[in-house]
């Protein structure tokens, strides 16, 4: 008996999971380079604000524990949400609105 929740009455194929790993990996690695450019951004903006390098260098590891948890947190919602609709247009369009978000993160950091 078939319940509405059920999204495959088959396993999806290799390819599709194939191309759904590929997907997660490249948000995962763009996530993980975005730690990095959310950091230098931080120390743009507080370095033309004129606080002090120590100032800076705290917040500074402040920044980069929160901004790592925010990407380990991204990283494990996306693959959970790409392992589910794998083969399924809602993967897709995750993948896009997470690229897109990168993307605007790093066109930020790159128009300071």
Excluded: C, D
């Amino acid at each position: 008996m078939a319940t509405h929740r059920q999204k495959h009455l088959h396993p999806p194929s290799a390819l599709a999971n194939g191309l759904t790993f590929l997907v997660w990996l490249a948000t995962s690695l763009v996530a993980i380079y975005e730690v990095y450019v959310v950091r230098q951004l931080f120390f743009t903006i507080l370095g033309r604000m004129g606080i002090n390098y120590q100032t800076i260098e705290v917040l500074g590891v402040i920044m980069m524990l929160v901004s790592a948890g925010v990407a380990l947190a991204a990283i494990v919602g996306v693959a959970e949400v790409h392992r589910q609709n794998v083969g399924q247009p809602r993967s897709l369009r995750m993948f896009a609105m997470t690229i897109g978000a990168e993307l605007a993160i790093y066109w930020l950091f790159r128009s300071i």
